[in-house]
């Protein structure tokens, strides 16, 4: 996805959640007032409570509504996280404030329903129709709420539907307490009249459940707490990417609807750096198949994975060193190994310098490596600049000379594309040789060490020889 698209969809989903959040916001508002009317006419605790619960609610659409704002802004300098903590911190206020609301609902239901405090409570035809309006409007914005909270993953938006939802259960019983109220008044019923401050205490219980569901998941968002089960999965999708060890560690946070994943994975150390790019981006995939578009950081370190080979193991301790050995050969003289190995070194080195680089090498390798005896190194340079030269395309003299050296190993099928180069003075010959498809590596390898020998012998003005040997189905490349 390119930047301007990315831009787009951030921008079409802020304009979504403030949208829905500013309508919940007007809506919250106008319940608020309605009920506060009709409570303090009729001086039900109970529609009291709703509107203290409701203007509670405005309260917390206006801190929803600022929180998606602000949630939704890209990381900064300050905040290279992002600032989608925003929300869990509105969704932290907002179980604050309904808990509030609780305590007083309890405290002032307690002292009616102990006599502490007698209120003659009128219900009245508006008192219904405000709390059947309320159901009506919550019922309307906890499901636009709900729709945007579950598309953008919106803790905050979530918050509010589940209180707008649960406003229609607490709305609901007070218009039964309050109906019992009437019942008892127009039947002279004494139970039936204490049944307002009764249905205040329900509605405190449904209170008191729907913040103890909030506060845990808002309280693990703002502690960082790993989303329960996802820990596991991920570890399992790591180890099942080709390549990967071990899983050393795994760290996964939540900020607003954006997850965060950071894994340290152990990878074989012979593994080259453009692989170990591969496995990394192949680990995020499968993460993100887990949680889609969470921000990946995989830390990738050696580990050796106990089934190398001595050649496995003075390669990696090169390698450590950002060195490349090759011809690598190892000799069991009597019960003792003897290494001989190749190093390409800078050619601008002098070989005082290029000789500590080799004794510092050979000293790691015998301390990797303890149960070898000897090591010898050859130290080639390594060039650093392009030699310009003159190439010949044919020289029939010495082609005619190499040809009865060819025809010396049977292995040989022919020799073709033969090129001859001049550069300040010295002769470089390259050839094609074909040879079977089955032969092995190693004779192949012996065969154009031979060839290059024997090329040498016969045409001793040759600096430098190169073989590229070719199976006999594909030798034409």
């Excluded at 498809?437 to 290059?452: A, C, G, I, M, W």
Aim: charged share 25%; glycine share 4%; proline share 3%.
């Amino acid at each position: 996805m390119s930047t301007s698209e990315l831009n787009s969809v951030l921008e079409s989903m802020q304009s979504e959640k403030s949208a829905v959040a500013f309508h919940s916001l007007l809506a919250a508002i106008a319940i608020t007032m309605l009920k506060l009317i009709v409570g303090i006419s009729t001086l039900s605790l109970g529609i009291l409570s709703e509107a203290a619960h409701s203007g509670l609610d405005l309260v917390a659409a206006l801190v929803t509504l600022l929180s998606v704002r602000v949630s939704d802004k890209p990381a900064d300098a300050e905040h290279q996280y992002g600032h989608g903590k925003v929300e869990n911190f509105s969704a932290f206020i907002e179980t604050g404030l309904l808990l509030l609301a609780c305590v007083w609902i309890v405290w002032e239901a307690v002292r009616r329903l102990t006599g502490h405090h007698s209120v003659h409570i009128e219900p009245s035809i508006p008192a219904f129709g405000v709390l059947f309006l309320s159901m009506a409007i919550d019922w309307w914005r906890s499901r636009n709420l709900k729709k945007i909270a579950d598309k953008y993953d919106s803790q905050a938006l979530e918050a509010d539907a589940l209180h707008f939802s649960t406003d229609i259960v607490s709305s609901g019983v007070v218009v039964l307490g309050l109906g019992m109220v009437w019942a008892g008044t127009h039947w002279h019923v004494s139970w039936m009249t204490k049944s307002d401050p009764v249905a205040a205490l329900l509605v405190s219980v449904v209170i008191v459940y729907v913040s103890s569901r909030l506060a845990r998941r808002t309280i693990d968002a703002l502690l960082d707490a790993a989303p329960a089960g996802y820990r596991g999965r991920i570890i399992d999708a790591a180890l099942a990417v080709d390549g990967v060890l071990e899983v050393e560690r795994a760290r996964i946070r939540r900020a607003g609807n954006r997850y965060f994943a950071d894994l340290t994975v152990g990878l074989a150390r012979s593994v080259t750096f453009q692989r170990s790019e591969q496995v990394v981006a192949q680990i995020i995939r499968s993460v993100r198949n887990i949680l889609p578009e969470a921000d990946v950081v995989i830390h990738s370190v050696p580990r050796e994975t106990g089934r190398e080979n001595i050649f496995d193991r003075i390669r990696a301790v090169a390698s450590r060193n950002n060195f490349s050995v090759h011809d690598v050969s190892v000799q069991d003289l009597s019960g003792r190994l003897h290494v001989e190995q190749h190093l390409e070194l800078d050619e601008n080195l002098s070989l005082k310098d290029a000789h500590d680089v080799v004794t510092v090498l050979e000293s790691e390798i015998r301390d990797e490596v303890p149960e070898i005896s000897s090591i010898l190194t050859h130290i080639e340079s390594e060039p650093s600049t392009i030699e310009s030269g003159n190439t010949v395309v044919r020289d029939a003299v010495l082609e005619q000379k190499l040809k009865p050296v060819v025809r010396e190993f049977p292995e040989v099928v022919d020799m073709h594309d033969v090129e001859i180069k001049r550069v300040r003075g010295k002769v470089y010959m390259s050839c094609h040789c074909t040879m079977s498809d089955e032969l092995p590596l190693s004779r192949v390898h012996d065969v154009s060490t031979e060839l290059e020998i024997r090329f040498k012998l016969a045409a001793p003005e040759l600096f430098k020889v190169l073989i590229h040997p070719e199976p006999k189905t594909d030798n034409k490349r």
